[in-house]
């Protein structure tokens, strides 16, 4: 199917956010789901103790928690970059433990990170915190016997927002440097409630002290710091799952971003949580989570 019929397809799909538990679609042609079931392969992981994970003059020390399934042999195993939300400048990597222990459970290597706050710390800090855990995580690849060709990011909210925006101009472009590069490629992403297109935001609060100013005073900032704007071929496959009645984060950036991932003719599923807001589709994810993890898990196999 071409482009404009996954864009017709969208506009039809969106009224089922009325019914039934939640509007599943996929940009390969396969049918709806409303969930995808967990893998039956469940193994066992161990938790290293905080982990700096930031150079030794870094303006401030990030920890990552770490978490490391078991394996045999010296299989290489896909690794997560897990990031938390909290509009920029709040929470911890504690929100994301659950999602964490999932990840390592599936066989991955998981870091789990913390990163600088809005408003002391502005764009494009926390993308500089994510593109230095990236490169932490391939200096551990021999150590933690990760794959680094298989490496997503996943978050949720403002860590939805980190994960996304480092799949497109964390590896090249405009903020690659100084400390991206071909180090922070993502294989894949998985993001929930994610804020795609800053410039959708009414100059709010968060937005302004992350950005340092309103759209009037730093458009050029808004453009670069909106995932959306970014998509093209060359974007890796993502899994979005969004609540239908998010006040905060409203679900055209869900719609949005599909539809230009769909254009781009790059691997992407969507997931509309039926009746659910900002808070409440990160709290009742499970189904949303499962079928994030079967789409990367058939993202990432390997012959």
């Known amino acids: ?3 404009r019929g996954w864009l017709m397809g969208l506009a039809l799909a969106l009224p089922l956010l009325a019914s039934g538990c939640a509007t599943h679609l996929s940009t390969d042609g396969r049918p709806a789901v409303e969930n995808a079931p967990a893998s039956s392969s469940q193994r066992a992981f161990r938790r290293l103790p905080p982990q ?3 150079p030794h003059d870094w303006p401030a020390s990030l920890n990552a928690h770490v978490y490391l399934p078991e394996t045999l042999g010296d299989t290489r195993r896909p690794a997560a970059l897990v990031v938390h939300g909290g509009g920029w400048q709040r929470r911890d990597p504690s929100d994301m433990a659950d999602i964490a222990e999932q990840l390592a459970a599936r066989g991955y290597v998981v870091a789990n990170v913390a990163y600088r706050f809005a408003p002391d710390y502005r764009f494009p800090a926390q993308l500089h915190d994510l593109q230095v855990a990236m490169a932490w995580l391939h ?9 680094t060709s298989r490496i997503v990011g996943v978050g949720y909210s403002s860590g939805a927002h980190l994960v996304s925006l480092l799949s ?3 590896a090249e472009g405009p903020l690659a440097s100084p400390h991206g590069g071909e180090h922070a490629r993502l294989a894949a992403v998985l993001a929930g409630g994610l804020p795609s297109d800053l410039m959708k935001f009414a100059d ?3 937005v302004v ?3 340092g100013g309103t759209r009037a005073e730093q458009r050029r900032a808004y453009e670069l710091a909106s995932p959306a704007r970014h998509v093209d071929a060359d974007t890796p496959p993502h899994f979005l799952f969004h609540g239908s009645l998010d006040s905060l984060v409203p679900v055209d950036h ?10 781009s003719e790059v691997p992407a599923e969507l997931y509309l949580q039926r009746l659910r807001g900002h808070i409440s589709g990160f709290l009742t994810r499970d189904g949303a989570i499962d079928a994030g993890l079967a789409f990367l898990d058939e993202q990432l196999a390997t012959e």
Do not use: C, N, S
């Not at 869900?254 to 254009?263: E, K, Q, S, V």
């Open 1 to 3: 199917m071409g482009h």
């Open 168 to 170: 497109v101009l964390g």
């Open 52 to 54: 700096p994970y930031t």
């Open 139 to 147: 200096e551990h690849a021999d150590e933690w016997r990760i794959d």
């Open 209 to 211: 002290e992350f950005i």
């Open 204 to 206: 709010g609060r968060l």
């Open 254 to 263: 869900a719609t949005d971003m599909y539809a230009r991932l769909a254009a």
